[in-house]
């Protein structure tokens, strides 16, 4: 949960209504949690190999609304597909579309790119293309047809967020950030409020 640490409201809603109040809060408070995801995923990806759109589709925001006046930043608990990290090759053969045997990976950006045993780039009869791992046994291959060859996944999304560097520097946003946002949104809303009134 990110939370918005405010200034004293006796002093700066002068002049506006309680729905007013809140509203300037709602939005301080879900554009705070925007930035916040947008930054999650920046500092995630300064440690870690994986695509911004695999990171990205596992999170969402829990928007705050009147009534509720807190934002959320969540993040899914689903592993990524290794396909989704550096890997080479990263497609199979355009000519051929033979599968490439001694595919490379590479998850942490400090590591270097390593193949992996059995592992394996192919184009699926779906049109799917990925990285595949094959059991080693011949027996369970041909018992278990549906196990012999599945897709393995790297880290999933919450492991990458939820360390020590991310989230220092999500503490330090809300930090330097949340009153920044808060003034700019009750400036806002005391234009609004200023600009309807009517002198006759």
Request: a positive charge; aromatic letters at 6%.
């Amino acid at each position: 949960m990110i939370s918005i640490k405010m200034p004293n409201p006796d002093k700066l809603f002068d002049g506006l209504d309680k729905r007013s109040m809140a509203l300037v809060r709602v939005r301080a408070q879900n554009k705070l949690a925007a930035k916040a995801k947008t930054l999650a995923g920046r500092a995630a990806r300064e440690r870690y190999t994986v695509k911004a759109d695999a990171l990205r589709s596992a999170m969402y925001i829990r928007k705050a609304y009147i009534g509720n006046e807190s934002a959320e930043l969540v993040v899914t608990g689903r592993r990524i597909p290794l396909s989704k990290f550096q890997i080479s090759p990263r497609t199979p053969n355009a000519r051929t579309q033979r599968r490439l045997t001694g595919t490379r990976v590479r998850e942490l950006r400090k590591s270097p790119l390593e193949p992996r045993a059995r592992l394996f780039t192919a184009r699926m009869p779906s049109g799917h293309v990925g990285v595949f791992w094959r059991h080693p046994t011949k027996r369970l291959r041909e018992n278990a047809k549906k196990a012999a060859i599945f897709e393995p996944s790297g880290p999933d999304a919450p492991g990458m967020v939820n360390n020590h560097d991310v989230m220092g520097k999500l503490r330090a946003l809300v930090h330097d950030e949340s009153e920044v946002i808060y003034k700019r949104e009750l400036d806002y809303e005391m234009g609004s409020a200023t600009a309807t009134v009517r002198i006759e």
